[in-house]
Nanobody, 128 residues
Framework: QVQLVESGGGLVQAGASLRLSCVAS????????MGWFRQAPGKEREFVAG????????VYADSVKGRFAISRDNAKNTVYLQMNSLKPEDTADYYC?????????????????????WGQGTQVTVSS
């Protein structure tokens, strides 16, 4: 059974940092792009950041550019999201996702439908 399990969420004050982790089990995604999405209460799930299979290519939503950094360790089958200078508007459930449709391609999906594996999410709350 393939699973993506997120961790690292929590309650922090504005300006603080958090590091989210997503560990994959059941198969490897070392040749596939992976991404982070978030969903705030009452809102659609939105793309936050994505990383190519080798880690050399990344893309970010404008709202987090310069504050968040995505990385991956293929030997550990893990992807990370370092979140700095957190704002109250970053409050959401954060989801890890993987796109297994293609391998070793220099393309990072940004649409939900392009990802076919999802984690259960980890909650991030930023107080003002």
């Amino acid at each position: 059974q393939v699973q993506l399990v997120e961790s690292g969420g929590g309650l922090v004050q504005a300006g603080a940092s958090l590091r989210l982790s997503c560990v994959a089990s059941g198969r490897t995604f070392s040749s596939n792009p992976m991404g982070w999405f978030r969903q705030a209460p009452g809102k659609e799930r939105e793309f936050v950041a994505g990383i190519g299979w080798s880690g050399g290519l990344t893309v970010y939503a404008d709202s987090v550019k310069g504050r968040f950094a995505i990385s991956r360790d293929n030997a550990k089958n893990t992807v990370y999201l370092q979140m700095n200078s957190l704002k109250p508007e970053d409050t959401a459930d954060y989801y890890c996702a993987a796109d297994s449709r293609f391998t070793s391609r220099n393309y990072i999906p940004q649409a939900r439908y392009e990802y076919n594996y999802w984690g259960q999410g980890t909650q991030v709350t930023v107080s003002s």
